[in-house]
Nanobody, 114 residues
Framework: VQLQASGGGLVQAGGSLRLSCTAS????????MGWYRQAPGNERELVAT????????NYADSVKGRFTISRDSAKNTVYLQMNSLKPEDTGVYFC????????WGKGTLVTVSS
Protein backbone atom coordinates (compact mmCIF):
# COMPACT_ATOMS: atom_id res chain seq x y z
CA VAL A 1 0.00 0.00 0.00
CA GLN A 2 1.35 3.41 -0.94
CA LEU A 3 0.38 6.88 0.20
CA GLN A 4 1.76 9.50 -2.15
CA ALA A 5 1.79 13.07 -0.87
CA SER A 6 2.40 15.97 -3.23
CA GLY A 7 1.97 19.71 -3.55
CA GLY A 8 4.73 20.95 -1.29
CA GLY A 9 7.15 23.68 -2.21
CA LEU A 10 8.74 26.96 -1.20
CA VAL A 11 6.38 29.77 -0.26
CA GLN A 12 6.68 33.10 1.50
CA ALA A 13 5.08 33.67 4.87
CA GLY A 14 1.41 34.49 4.41
CA GLY A 15 1.15 32.38 1.30
CA SER A 16 -0.87 29.25 0.58
CA LEU A 17 -0.32 25.70 -0.59
CA ARG A 18 -2.63 22.78 -1.26
CA LEU A 19 -1.33 19.32 -0.51
CA SER A 20 -2.78 16.15 -1.99
CA CYS A 21 -2.41 12.55 -0.90
CA THR A 22 -3.51 9.63 -3.01
CA ALA A 23 -3.69 6.08 -1.72
CA SER A 24 -3.04 3.03 -3.85
CA UNK A 25 -5.58 0.98 -1.90
CA UNK A 26 -9.25 1.95 -1.87
CA UNK A 27 -9.59 0.77 1.73
CA UNK A 28 -8.19 4.16 2.73
CA UNK A 29 -11.34 5.77 1.39
CA UNK A 30 -13.30 4.30 4.31
CA UNK A 31 -10.77 5.05 7.04
CA UNK A 32 -10.26 8.15 9.17
CA MET A 33 -7.19 9.88 7.79
CA GLY A 34 -4.73 12.44 9.01
CA TRP A 35 -2.06 14.84 7.84
CA TYR A 36 1.14 14.77 9.83
CA ARG A 37 4.22 16.92 9.69
CA GLN A 38 7.79 16.62 10.85
CA ALA A 39 9.80 19.76 11.32
CA PRO A 40 13.61 19.57 11.26
CA GLY A 41 14.85 18.11 14.54
CA ASN A 42 11.33 17.42 15.81
CA GLU A 43 9.13 14.38 16.09
CA ARG A 44 6.29 13.80 13.67
CA GLU A 45 3.06 15.45 14.81
CA LEU A 46 -0.55 15.07 13.77
CA VAL A 47 -1.92 18.37 12.48
CA ALA A 48 -5.32 17.51 11.00
CA THR A 49 -7.73 14.59 10.88
CA UNK A 50 -10.85 13.76 8.92
CA UNK A 51 -13.47 11.10 9.50
CA UNK A 52 -14.27 8.42 6.95
CA UNK A 53 -17.34 10.35 5.80
CA UNK A 54 -15.51 13.66 5.78
CA UNK A 55 -18.05 15.16 8.13
CA UNK A 56 -15.80 15.50 11.16
CA UNK A 57 -12.48 17.29 11.11
CA ASN A 58 -10.04 18.22 13.86
CA TYR A 59 -6.94 20.35 13.94
CA ALA A 60 -3.94 20.96 16.10
CA ASP A 61 -4.12 24.32 17.83
CA SER A 62 -1.11 25.50 15.87
CA VAL A 63 -2.95 25.26 12.54
CA LYS A 64 -6.56 25.81 13.54
CA GLY A 65 -8.23 28.49 11.44
CA ARG A 66 -5.51 28.33 8.78
CA PHE A 67 -5.54 24.74 7.50
CA THR A 68 -8.47 22.80 6.07
CA ILE A 69 -8.50 19.05 5.54
CA SER A 70 -10.89 17.47 3.06
CA ARG A 71 -11.27 14.26 1.11
CA ASP A 72 -12.64 12.94 -2.16
CA SER A 73 -13.35 9.28 -1.61
CA ALA A 74 -14.16 8.70 -5.26
CA LYS A 75 -10.60 9.76 -6.06
CA ASN A 76 -9.12 8.07 -3.00
CA THR A 77 -7.49 11.39 -2.18
CA VAL A 78 -7.11 13.54 0.93
CA TYR A 79 -6.26 17.23 0.72
CA LEU A 80 -4.78 19.83 3.03
CA GLN A 81 -5.38 23.46 2.15
CA MET A 82 -2.86 25.59 4.01
CA ASN A 83 -3.37 29.35 4.20
CA SER A 84 -1.56 32.12 6.06
CA LEU A 85 1.53 29.98 6.21
CA LYS A 86 4.17 30.72 8.83
CA PRO A 87 7.86 29.81 8.94
CA GLU A 88 7.09 27.37 11.76
CA ASP A 89 4.89 25.40 9.34
CA THR A 90 8.06 24.31 7.58
CA GLY A 91 8.53 20.55 7.50
CA VAL A 92 7.83 17.34 5.65
CA TYR A 93 4.12 16.61 5.43
CA PHE A 94 2.72 13.08 5.32
CA CYS A 95 -0.73 11.62 5.15
CA UNK A 96 -1.66 8.36 6.81
CA UNK A 97 -4.34 6.62 8.80
CA UNK A 98 -5.46 8.55 11.86
CA UNK A 99 -5.24 5.32 13.87
CA UNK A 100 -2.56 2.72 13.30
CA UNK A 101 -0.48 4.78 10.89
CA UNK A 102 2.27 2.80 9.18
CA UNK A 103 4.04 2.43 5.83
CA TRP A 104 5.06 6.07 5.80
CA GLY A 105 5.84 7.38 2.36
CA LYS A 106 8.39 10.07 1.55
CA GLY A 107 6.05 12.92 2.29
CA THR A 108 6.18 16.32 0.64
CA LEU A 109 8.44 19.15 1.79
CA VAL A 110 6.93 22.50 2.68
CA THR A 111 9.30 25.40 3.23
CA VAL A 112 7.96 28.75 4.40
CA SER A 113 10.35 31.66 4.20
CA SER A 114 10.06 34.72 6.39
Amino acid sequence: VQLQASGGGLVQAGGSLRLSCTASDRIFSIKPMGWYRQAPGNERELVATISSSGGITNYADSVKGRFTISRDSAKNTVYLQMNSLKPEDTGVYFCNLQYGANNWGKGTLVTVSS
